[in-house]
C-alpha cells in the first residue's frame, strides 16, 4: 500500500512565531521515478551508475575522502557503520550534492542502511521534490543505523554484566577467585565493545559534518526542511553523546577488571616475598652447617641438636612477627 501524505491544508497552522510543519505543496503519493530523477547510486564497480553519474558532473575520484566544493556539487563523506547480524562493518559513503540531484557513491548496488531511508521517503513522499530532501533521508538512515550498532554494544555490556561483577569482586558464583586466564573472554568482548563505539563515535563525527552542510545548503529554502534537518543534527548528536557514554563504561569496566587483577597478582607476590622472608634466617643458619669444617663445638654438647633447631624457629618467628606487626598479612 502507497503511504499518503496529508494535504496541507487539513494540518492546523502554526502558532504564531513557531515552525511551519505542514508539507510544502507536493504530490501525495510516492513516485519511484521522481525518486529516481533526485537519486543517483553508484555502487563500487558499476560502469553504468558511473556513466550516469558523470553524467550529472560528478567526479567521485577527485574528491577522494574528504569534504569537497565545485561549482556545481558539495561531495560529503561518511564513515557509515552498521550492523549485518552479530557483525558491525564500517565502509565509505559519499554524496555528491547538487540543487537537482544527490548522488551517492556506496560499496553496493543495494545498500541496505538505504532501504529505512526509502521507508522515510515513502512516509513522507514530499521529500523527493528536492535533492535535499533525498539527501536529508539518506543521513537519516545512516544515523538509524548509527544508533543501532550503538545499542548494539550496551547489549553486550548488558550480557557481560554478571561477569564483570565476579571479575570486580574477585570470585565466581562457586567462591572460587578468578584469575587472569577466566577473564581473558570476557576481557575480549570488552575490547570489541570499545571497538565498535570507538568506530560509532567516528561515523558520527562525519555525520554531523555532513548534517550541517546539508543545513548550510538549504538556508532558508525550505523552512520544513531545514527543521527538520535541525532535528537530523541533534539526533546525530545524541547518538555521539550515548556512544561517548558507552565508551566511558567501557574504559570504566575495563579498568576496574584490570586494578582487580592487578590487586590478585600483587596479593600472590606478596605471599611469595612473606615466605621468602620468613624462611630466609632458617636458610642462612642451615647453610652454615652445610659447610665442611673439621671443628664443630656444638656438635659436641649434648643439647647442640636442640638448640640449633630452637634457633631456626626463632630466626623464623621473628620476621614474621614483624611482618604481621607491621599489617602486611591482611
Known sequence: MTATMPEASALPAPARGGLDLRAPDAGPRFDPRVLRSRWVQVAAGDAEAEARAAEHGVDFA????????????????VTATRREGDRVVHEQVVLALSPDVVVTAQPQRHYPVFDKAIARMRRTPWLIRSSYGVAYALLYALNEAADRVV?????????????IDEATRGV????????????????????????????????????ARAARHLRSEIADSDPVLAGLVETLVADVDGVKQHAGFEHDKVRYLQQAIMTSLDVKQAQIVKVFTIITAVFLPPTLIASFYGMNFTHMPELDRPYGFTLTVLLTLVAAVIPLAYIKRRGWLR
Open 62 to 77: 577527485a574528491a577522494g575522502a574528504r569534504v569537497w566544493e565545485t561549482d556545481a556539487h558539495v561531495y560529503l563523506p
Open 151 to 163: 545499542a548494539l554494544a550496551s547489549d553486550l555490556l548488558e550480557d557481560m554484566s554478571d561477569e
Open 172 to 207: 565466581d558464583a562457586r567462591g572460587r577467585e578468578i584469575g587472569v586466564r577466566d577473564m581473558q573472554d570476557t576481557i575480549t568482548r570488552m575490547n570489541r565493545a570499545e571497538e565498535i563505539v570507538s568506530r560509532a563515535q567516528e561515523s558520527q563525527l562525519s555525520l
